[in-house]
């Protein structure tokens, strides 16, 4: 089938169907119709037109279609940042022309494997209030461990993404990087941990950051132009359990400066303030 043959809107619809279908294991006419504004008729009509195209790929089901076995997606480049962004925003975006020259190159970073059934079973379990029992491994215990995990949000830190939640092992809110997450996740019965008692998540702290002291004070005047810095420093309001990663990805060591302050930078202010929601205290 050449891409090019179909219409930029049943283009878009298209990929936006294979990517719930993906993601979710599921996609109805009512999610093209809220997406995308269009009647059932259409969106029944897109489906049609889809099997059409390409055929096989869909199996119906009492309430949507779901992919059928090893089939994969045509015009959705699977890219987990494009679902949960989606998720976040419900904008959905895709390109459907080739790269110009446009004079701008963006690196492409190593993407970490995530199942797309942990990513449908902890979608379903957010969006039902419900827990799940997970697989999980880390690097400080990579033996299989199982959890009993009450999800309630992703969260995108640096180059990966979490979902966060109340973790019955730990019985505390922790965060499960989706990448470390194993095997099949179960969907289990109502959760009684929600968002609302998470207090690291509801709580609204600020980081004061200002350029290493060390520095010169042309080289200070510097970062605080890249920064947008008001009076020398950078007020930045953050959940309290997003605070650690907040710091890392500003490489901000907030223990312990580093020997060279132009590979330091930038320093936190504040740290007795914030200490109780820093993972190392």
């Avoid at 049943?10 to 979710?24: H, I, N, S």
């Avoid at 640096?158 to 194993?182: F, I, M, N, P, T």
Wanted: net charge neutral.
């Amino acid at each position: 089938m050449n891409r090019s043959h179909i219409a930029t809107a049943a283009y878009r619809r298209f990929a936006f169907l294979e990517m719930l279908a993906y993601w979710q294991k599921v996609v109805r006419n009512k999610d093209l119709q809220e997406q995308f504004a269009i009647t059932r008729q259409q969106a029944y009509q897109d489906f049609q037109d889809y099997q059409r195209q390409f055929p096989n790929q869909l199996v119906k089901l009492s309430q949507g279609y779901k992919f059928a076995p090893e089939a994969t997606p045509y015009l959705y480049h699977v890219n987990l940042d494009t679902y949960l962004n989606w998720l976040l925003t419900k904008d959905f975006s895709i390109n459907t022309e080739s790269p110009s020259q446009s004079g701008t190159y963006a690196l492409n970073l190593p993407t970490r494997q995530v199942s797309a059934q942990v990513i449908a079973a902890f979608t379903h379990a957010i969006t039902h209030k419900q827990r799940v029992e997970v697989g999980y491994v880390s690097l400080s215990h990579p033996e299989w461990d199982g959890r009993i995990f009450h999800p309630h949000t992703y969260v995108k830190t640096g180059l990966r993404w979490h979902v966060r939640g109340y973790c019955e092992k730990s019985q505390a809110y922790r965060d499960l990087v989706l990448s470390r997450c194993r095997g099949e996740v179960e969907v289990l019965d109502r959760s009684d941990h929600g968002i609302e008692a998470d207090s690291a998540w509801q709580t609204m702290i600020e980081l004061v950051i200002r350029p290493d002291p060390r520095l010169s004070p042309e080289q200070q005047a510097v970062l605080s132009h890249d920064y947008q810095m008001q009076q020398g420093q950078w007020v930045i309001p953050v959940r309290a359990a997003m605070a650690n990663y907040l710091l890392q990805d500003l490489q901000i060591n907030t223990k312990v400066l580093d020997g060279t302050p132009e590979a330091q930078q930038l320093v936190l202010v504040n740290r007795a303030d914030i200490k109780p929601w820093l993972f190392n205290g």
